[in-house]
């Protein structure tokens, strides 16, 4: 038995399975740059960053710099009761960083959920409506209130709180208006003005409207230029508060440091986490003051905004910026979809590519007219690009979109790998050379 088989085998007896979404039998035990060495010694090139963490790569030598160097001389406070200067700066860097000429505050947590937690909490308390809106497709964490303003399937076995109305994401592959993007006007954002404020729920009751740039989990979908400042413009006519949760696609991974910068909006409220710390935990909330401020104490957790977490942060943002890599990001996605859109060319199970910079989605279909989606193939695919030596996993509300988030500081040789390995993978699918039965349990979100 090799390592990984033992490991796992300890891990399935001494690991709850309700923390566990599994696409194949990778024990990491290693990493450098883009690359992860398994419990056995064999080397994978990383395309997910570990679901969009580690922007910066593995073991960035001035971020494990900064949180050695932290992790001795203060290794810990209790930033709600004992302040300590780095998560000061880091709350002014980020102020700096987001747009918005208005007074604004920093919130701090651990992940995504705890993040979005905080607006599902504070939202209501600040603005006095109690009603959120929020997106087929998105997925904004698994704690109550994430999960009650997520719109995934992955949430489908809770109920959540009823105050949240979701709406359609302009997903233009698959739209459901069945419109034409090119000559729709963008009635998806019509239809939320004239149907769903009319018969749904008022305007007036509505505290926020919460939304991905790119919604990632609902199948990495780019919404078409004017969307996002249609709905911002929206949110301004009845004074509904503009969130918009960055947890996947902020820092650098679009090509700008925050994924809405391509659309030029400017959110009342940015939620952050994943690469922030590159790997340490933590999250954010950077925010209009009335928001932020609009109650002491109201939702705070011992650990978070700690010292070694920010010093990772403020290192993870200054190789951001000094190293160039949301520029990298933008060249080297550029290169890698125009890549994929030749490989879709021969090969008529993808039905899209497409993509913002280092986040990108392949999505896989039984027939490109009837575009039903290729959930099993995708599976197929993930576990084979594994075996081939590359990690990604899957995305989408039917799990049938392939997910390339690769740390920004991939080249352009990697990429060249990769699409290699995904053609070699999609091929050996389709040609039965791996089939269901191989993947065993490993069918992550199927
Ligand atoms: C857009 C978005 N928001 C929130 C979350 C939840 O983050 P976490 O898993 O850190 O709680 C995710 C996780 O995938 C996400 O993609």
Known sequence: MNRSTELFQRDADAVSDVMKLRFYPMVAKAAGGALIRDADGREYLDFSAGWGVANTGYGHPRIVNAVCKEMNRLSFSPTISVLNEES???????REMTPGDFEKAVWYGHSGSDANEFLYKMIPAATGRSRIVSF?????????????MSGHPA???????????????PYCYRCPFERDRETCGLFCLKYVEDFVF?????????????????????????PPDGYLQGLERMCRRYGILFILDEVKIGFGRTGKMFGFENWGVTPDAVVMAKPMGSGQPISAVTGRKELMDAGVGMHMFTTAGNPVAC???LATIDVIEEEKLAENAEIQGEYLLGRLRELQAGCPVIGDVR???????????ENPE???PASELAALVVYRCYELGLLLFDSGISANVIELTPPLIIT???CDRAVEVLRQAIEDAMTGRIIREDLGDFAGWG
């Open 311 to 313: 010093a990772a942060s």
């Open 88 to 94: 000061i700066e880091l709350a002014e860097r980020l």
């Open 412 to 414: 352009k040789q990697q």
């Open 198 to 222: 009319a018969s749904q729920v008022s305007p007036a009751q509505v505290g926020a409207l919460i939304a991905e740039a790119v919604q990632c989990d609902g199948g990495d979908v780019v």
């Open 370 to 372: 009837t575009k039903k």
């Open 136 to 148: 087929v497709g998105s997925y904004h964490g698994q704690t109550m209130g994430s999960y009650s």
């Open 155 to 169: 949430q489908g076995k809770f109920t959540g709180g009823g105050n949240v109305t979701r709406i359609p994401y």
């Open 355 to 365: 993509g913002k910079g280092l986040v990108i989605g392949i999505e896989l279909v």
